[in-house]
Each structure stands twice: as C-alpha cells, then as structure tokens.
C-alpha cells in the first residue's frame, strides 16, 4: 500500500462531478451504514470538485444500487489496483 | 551512538522516538518490535536521507541508522519542513456555512496525508480537538501523518471542556505552555 495515499488496495473510488452532489451522496450512504470515507480525489483522478467517496468491493452493489434510486449516480468509479486507478464504470456507458 | 529502545512502544510513538533523536545525533542504534514499528520507522528514516541496516535478536530487531551520501540535500528538507507548526483552532476551515466548512477541514487532513513537505507538530484546539477523538473521520490520515513523524498535539483544557478526555485517539494531550514554546519557538506558523 502507497503510504501516502487515503487508498488501500481493492478499493473502489467514486468520482462525482459537483460537490453538491458527492456531499448528498455522502449523507445518503452514511443513512445507510455503509461503510464510506469522502477523501480528497487522487491527483491521477482530477476532478471538479476534487471529491471522491471510497468504499470497499463488497458494499458495491449497495452503493450503485442507493445511488441510482437516489438518482446520485456518480461520473465514474475507479478501483485501485497494482498501484493504479483503473476506471471501472462511467455513467451512461458500459466499460 | 545513542540507543533507543522502542520495544513495547505502540505505533506512532517509535517514530516520534526516532524523529527526537534525530534531531541531536545523525547516527543511532534502534531497537524495535517487529511489524509496524519496524517498517514505519525505516520508512520514516530512509524518506530522511538515511540508511539502515537490520538485524534480528530474537523477539526484537536492532536497526542501526546513519546518513547516506545525499544526506545534506535532504538534511535542508528536513530542517526546512521542521519548522512548520500548523494550529488548528476549529472543526471547521474558514468561514460559511457549517457543512461546507467541516468538509473542507476534513480535504485539507485528508491532502496533508499526500503533500511533499509536512509540518512538523499540528496542534488542535476549541472545537478542533474533535478532530483527534473518537468518531472523528480524520483518523486514519492523522495515523498516517504520525507514522511519517508529525507529532499531533490536542489541547488539554479544551478536551476537558468537551467531556473529550477519554475519547483522544491520536496523538498526546498538551497544555498552552507547551503550545505557546511551540508557537513562538518555530519561524512559520500556519493558523487555521
């Protein structure tokens, strides 16, 4: 693991392009007690609002699944891997 | 040389035992338990211009560190980076609204994390010391600016005012003589 980063390895990164949204998105998934820490987006992964929200694999399903219902869904979700972000879902499109 | 014996020490104090000593000798001899004591403080030397050698006794290791040859390139980071205080005086950063302010002092911890120069001690005060206590968001990051040899101070009295006392979990509780030396001891202070 990258000591210098809010990242462990496997975990999932959500990018979110406004900080209004990343902020409900944070508020709505603590409401359901999923396990999530808002951290600022890596340099690698440069956004907007400069926001990510990090959770672990295992709660992905819930995650995706409260987001869309709350129609917060976010930009794209990177995992880190190997000391590297890989995009693996965009909005609107299928990796 | 100048042992330090930092066997039974809990995670970030062995590098904080090492970071002192280091500001008086260049060359030491370390003893550590093994696991993260142990690679956190040769993390912490080797990012400080410094080599290390191992060896291992049993139920300990004895590291033996001194300077490498690009030692005084890194000696000026160091002493420049030693300088910095950071004094935190609220939950929140700057002010506006309650729920933006909170989030941006928890980007800001969150960032120092991955900046190249750190302060070398922040201190938390009034309401700031929720930061540094139970349940605060803050505290993996804080773990992590600790284990890299930033020393993090909450003030005493204002635990106390919170009912806080107990609930501390990273770093040493101070008092405002120690704050005030600190303060006025260093040339940058960077209040928030």
Redesign the interface.
């Known amino acids: 693991m990258n000591?210098?980063?809010?990242v462990q390895e496997g975990q999932l990164l959500a990018i979110f392009n406004s900080?209004h949204r990343v902020?409900k998105a944070e508020n709505l998934l603590k409401s359901h007690n999923i396990c999530i820490?808002?951290?600022?987006a890596?340099?690698q992964l440069q956004t907007d609002c400069?926001?990510a929200i990090r959770f672990n694999e295992q709660d992905r399903d819930t995650v995706m699944s409260v987001l869309e219902q709350n129609e917060l869904l976010p930009e794209f979700i990177s995992r880190y891997s190997s000391a590297e972000f890989v995009t693996i879902w965009k909005h609107n499109q299928t990796l | 040389m100048q042992t330090v014996d930092c066997r039974k020490m809990d995670c970030p104090a062995p590098v904080i035992s090492v970071k002192k000593a280091l500001e008086t000798d260049t060359e030491l001899t370390v003893l550590l338990d093994d696991g993260a004591p142990r690679e956190n403080v040769i993390r912490f030397v080797k990012n400080r211009g410094f080599q290390v050698t191992e060896k291992n006794e049993n139920n300990y290791w004895t590291i033996t560190i001194s300077p490498t040859g690009n030692f005084e390139k890194t000696a000026v980071r160091v002493s420049a980076d030693h300088d910095q205080v950071i004094l935190i005086t609220s939950d929140k950063l700057g002010e506006g609204p309650e729920e933006l302010g909170k989030l941006l002092m928890r980007n800001l911890i969150h960032t120092l994390v991955e900046v190249e120069t750190l302060p070398s001690k922040i201190f938390f005060m009034n309401s700031g010391v929720s930061l540094t206590c139970e349940g605060s968001e803050l505290l993996e990051a804080m773990e992590k600016l600790a284990n890299l040899g930033v020393e993090i101070f909450s003030c005493g009295l204002c635990l106390d005012f919170f009912g806080l006392k107990d609930k501390l979990r990273i770093g040493n509780t101070t008092n405002m003589l120690t704050t005030a030396e600190s303060l006025l001891s260093t040339t940058k202070v960077i209040k928030l």
């Open positions: 000591n210098r980063l809010m900080g902020m820490l808002l951290i600022p890596p340099r400069g926001l």
